[in-house]
């Protein structure tokens, strides 16, 4: 089997509610969805949601560099993972989303070819998983009443943006924690937005407020100052801009600077090197969480199959599937709340309109 051609669509989803986060306010977002065609008729369907701010990438560059690994890539078998990357590897650096939204797709064609769902193609066996939600940055009392609501819908796990002076944001957590209970677990994302400092202090309080994970509290660059936070935090610390690759994962876990670490396939540039972050952190005993961009049901779904398939990866947070309004891509999935069921179908299992 031979990739004969790659297509690029760009397509827009707006958001439920404009979601803010320390550095950004965003209240729609593009993504580009990838279509690998095959000699032997079976079409893998990715995602590329580049994130400028994290991954340095967009939908410009999404494209112009695609229609090059495209080139490069027709005559390539998809099934020969380790292969298309090191095509994608030796032709471009970085570019993380693109060669994560043709990834995907080799990947779901490896599976369509198997007549397996993804995640048992990966190597599991359980298609529930359960996730949690994020709020966005707002005043306290709204942030308690959108929590509250999350609550309702029957989530039990809810991420909640903070990054901003570190007063507002204890009052913040001390808001949501009052309207949602001592039983839903509260994990927080500063996004960068915190100096060591700020960290360390707030993470006293938030300890008190029963938060079990502060998420990226200073620049992605500082892993000495991760590696502070962590020695003096009563709360597990988690890098998600700090990892991009297997080597900021060595790094990371060398230095000790964190308890987890988030997994985005747009960080990673896909499953491939997903796998690889997340078996270097279980060698080193960090349990990954797998997080996400603005990306649609798509993507959400190929990171729901790979944490399926994943023991290390125990945190999940894919949730643009809830708060993204999309009719272009559907299926694949059941939900109940945060508590997700993958249907079995060959592949990613999801439908893209108009395919
Ligand atoms: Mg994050």
């Known amino acids: 089997m031979v990739i004969t051609d790659i297509t690029f669509e760009v397509k827009k989803f707006r958001f439920e509610e404009?979601?803010?986060?320390a550095f950004a306010t965003i209240?729609?977002?593009e993504t580009c969805i990838i279509k690998v065609m095959t000699d032997e008729g079976i079409t893998g369907f990715g995602e590329a949601a580049p994130?400028?701010?994290?991954?340095?990438?967009?939908l410009e560059t999404v494209i112009s560099v695609g229609r090059d690994l495209r080139e490069a890539l027709i005559g390539t078998d998809p099934r020969s993972i380790g292969t298309v990357h090191r095509i994608m590897d030796s032709m471009y650096a970085g570019n993380t989303a693109v060669k994560a939204g043709i990834d995907i797709a080799c990947y779901d064609i490896s599976s369509k070819s198997a007549g397996l769902p993804l995640y048992k193609f990966l190597g599991g066996s359980d298609p529930h998983l359960t996730s949690d939600v994020t709020i966005g940055i707002d005043t306290p009392e709204r942030m308690a009443e959108t929590a509250l609501s999350w609550v309702r819908k029957g989530f039990g796990i809810?991420?909640?943006k903070l990054g901003e002076d570190i007063r507002t944001d204890a009052a913040r957590i001390r808001a949501i924690r009052e309207a949602v209970g001592e039983d839903v677990a509260i994990r927080i994302d500063a996004n960068q937005g915190w100096t060591?400092?700020?960290?360390?202090?707030i993470s006293r309080e938030l300890d008190k407020l029963g938060v079990d994970l502060i998420e990226q509290p200073v620049p992605g660059h500082d892993f000495d100052g991760l590696a502070e936070i962590r020695r003096s935090s009563p709360v597990r610390v988690a890098a998600d801009e700090s990892c991009h690759s297997i080597y900021d994962a060595s790094w990371l876990a060398r230095m000790r600077a964190v308890d987890v670490v988030n997994i985005k396939l747009m960080k990673c540039?896909?499953?491939?090197?997903?796998?690889?972050?997340?078996?270097?952190?279980?060698?080193?005993g960090i349990p990954c969480m797998i997080g996400c961009m603005g990306e649609s049901t798509l993507a959400n779904l190929a990171g729901m199959h790979l944490a399926a398939a994943?023991?290390?990866i125990r945190d999940i947070d894919l949730d643009s599937v809830y708060i993204l309004k999309q009719e272009d891509?559907?299926?694949?999935?059941?939900?109940?709340g945060g508590n997700v069921t993958l249907w079995d179908d060959p592949g990613i299992g999801c439908t893209v309109k108009g395919d």
Do not use: L, Q, W
């Open 196 to 201: 060591v400092r700020d960290a360390i202090t």
């Open 18 to 21: 404009p979601m803010k986060i």
């Open 329 to 336: 891509v559907y299926g694949g999935y059941d939900h109940e």
């Open 27 to 29: 209240t729609d977002m």
């Open 269 to 284: 540039g896909g499953i491939y090197n997903a796998i690889k972050i997340s078996a270097i952190c279980e060698a080193a």
């Open 310 to 312: 994943t023991d290390n």
């Open 158 to 160: 809810i991420k909640v």
């Open 51 to 58: 994130f400028p701010y994290v991954t340095g990438d967009n």
